[in-house]
Nanobody, 129 residues
Framework: QVQLVESGGGSVQSGGSLKLSCTVSGYTYRRYCLGWFRQAPGKTREGVAIIASDETTTYADSVKGRFAVSQDNAKRILYLQMNSLKPEDTAMYYC???????????????????????WGQGTQVTVSS
């Protein structure tokens, strides 16, 4: 059974950095499309960054140039390095996975076409001004 467990969230001042981790277990790691999503109070969930099995990465415009997604295949950990954080980055962050096919990418507006069927429990990121 696939399991995803996030860690690394916290509170930081505007301009600061955080690194989120997502430990992945229970499946053939390389065959999955992996991504980070976030949901702020009162807002819909949006895609933030996605990494495909060939290491191709895509980002929403709201985080491009500030966030970086990567994976350690040996340790089976997905990362999200977040720099130059802004108050509007405050949200619950989730990692997710899918092996169901579909475009493994996030659109500039944060949309995702692939159906992500496995989710972590989320980790809170709070950025104060």
């Amino acid at each position: 059974q696939v399991q995803l467990v996030e860690s690394g969230g916290g509170s930081v001042q505007s301009g600061g950095s955080l690194k989120l981790s997502c430990t992945v277990s229970g499946y053939t790691y390389r065959r999955y499309c992996l991504g980070w999503f976030r949901q702020a109070p009162g807002k819909t969930r949006e895609g933030v960054a996605i990494i495909a099995s060939d290491e191709t990465t895509t980002y929403a415009d709201s985080v491009k140039g500030r966030f970086a997604v990567s994976q350690d295949n040996a340790k089976r950990i997905l990362y999200l390095q977040m720099n130059s954080l802004k108050p509007e980055d405050t949200a619950m962050y989730y990692c997710a996975a899918t092996s169901r096919g579909g475009p493994c990418r996030v659109t500039p507006s944060g949309g995702v076409s692939a159906y992500f069927d496995t989710w972590g429990q989320g980790t809170q990121v709070t950025v104060s001004s």
